[in-house]
């Protein structure tokens, strides 16, 4: 049986190699909240994470939204590349997804408005704001309100402070690089900070940085600039995006694509994960199977309609996948070029080894730690 989710995608890179990637099944990123001593570094929690989903099959598998600098965290319990002391750790996680044959990318990000909030675990308040005698710190967003009604007042960054937040991911993305990462995904969704200045649900601001597309865009051009600067041309740079907010006065795909299509096209970025949603209470959002499969379809239709194909970026899609069949429907359809799985390599670290055992490949090719040979995928 022919099969797309196990055949091998290149990211494409400035250089012109491109990184190979084994197969089109990424691990998206995913928020753990395990840093012990809530100084950014990783820990045994995260190897044994991320190791396990590289040993499952993954072709890609993805560090979790990793703080440019320290108030960009959205809990305490986050991932930080904004310091030198956090890369050898980093490079543990690396090294051991690298020895299960797999690339490793990692998701830079800040929070802005929606940081200091609760981690996501069994019993916490998430979602709100930590009060400042709780280990709670100052939030920036592109505006001064709260982000979100759950959360307390931004400030918003003057000019020369967002200066200093593009640096701050230039800088991590440097460290990313001396971690050995293969790629970067940048942060640009869920409704942190770049997405804060992206939507106008968010962003009232009448400087540079805001009114038209090309204001709310310019802090993510600078960031793409400014990262593409420091990153090695022999590897990809990604953009994790929300393609639409799902309320009429909110961003909306056709906007997304457009920045996403220049930015492809400049060759600054070669691959595109589409998500959506993370500005309002998601009441509106019709969440199922694939939901947000379409939204991948019009960035990769937008993106082949000025001739860039997979050739110029990847697309990948992400949200309720949760079976073979489905994937590979996707793929075959050409709706997308690679899926993110989420909840479902929770689930089953092993997701990607089974899900290649019923698109039946051949058993000898099965994408699983050789350890792990003699299981009945
Ligand atoms: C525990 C958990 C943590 C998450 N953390 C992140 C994150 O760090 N960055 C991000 O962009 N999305 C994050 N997400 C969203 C997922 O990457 C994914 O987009 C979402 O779960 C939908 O895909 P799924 O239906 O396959 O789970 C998280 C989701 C979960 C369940």
Not at 49 to 63: E, I, P
Not at 181 to 199: C, E, K, M, R, T
């Amino acid at each position: 049986m022919s099969h797309l989710l196990f055949t091998p995608v290149t990211l494409p890179t400035p250089d012109g190699h491109g990184l190979a990637v084994g197969n089109r099944a990424f691990v998206a990123p995913m928020c753990q909240y395990s840093v012990d001593d809530l100084d950014g570094v990783p820990t045994d929690w995260h190897l044994s994470h991320l190791g396990a989903l590289a040993a499952g099959g993954f072709g890609l598998v993805v560090a979790e939204a990793t703080a440019v600098e320290a108030r960009g965290r959205i809990s305490p319990k986050d991932l930080g590349l904004w310091d030198a002391g956090q890369v050898a750790p980093h490079a543990r996680l690396v090294d051991f997804i690298h020895g299960q044959g797999r690339a490793a990318g990692v998701q830079l990000g800040h929070a802005g408005g929606k940081a200091s909030t609760w981690p996501m675990l069994p019993g916490s308040d998430d979602g709100t704001t930590i009060p400042a005698d709780q280990g709670g710190w100052p939030t920036v967003s592109a505006d001064d309100a709260p982000v979100m009604p759950s959360m307390a007042a931004a400030g918003a960054l003057t000019e020369a402070q967002i200066a200093e937040v593009v640096d701050a991911f230039a800088g991590a993305a440097r460290r990313a690089d001396d971690a050995g990462y293969d790629v970067v995904q940048l942060h640009a969704a869920h409704g942190y900070l770049i997405h804060q200045f992206l939507s106008p649900l968010t962003n009232h601001r009448t400087d540079g940085y805001g009114g038209d597309l090309a204001g709310r865009s310019r802090l993510l051009r600078e960031v793409v600039a400014a990262v593409r600067e420091v990153w090695p041309d022999s590897k990809p740079l990604g953009i994790r995006v929300s393609a639409t907010d799902w309320v009429d006065d909110g961003l909306h795909v056709g906007e997304v694509a457009e920045v996403l299509r220049d930015l492809v096209a400049a060759g600054q970025v070669s691959w595109i994960d589409v998500s959506t949603g993370g500005l309002t209470d998601g009441s509106t959002i019709p969440v199922g199977p694939g939901y947000q499969v379409p939204l991948a379809q019009e960035v990769t239709r937008t993106l082949a309609d000025a001739g860039l194909g997979e050739d110029a970026a990847v697309v990948s899609t992400v949200g309720v996948i949760v079976d073979a069949t489905q994937a590979e429907t996707i793929l075959a359809t050409g709706q997308a070029h690679a899926v993110s799985i989420g909840r479902a390599a929770l689930v089953n670290p092993h997701w990607a080894a089974v899900a290649a055992s019923q698109l039946r490949v051949p058993r000898a090719e099965l994408p699983h730690a050789p350890q792990y040979f003699r299981a009945n995928f």
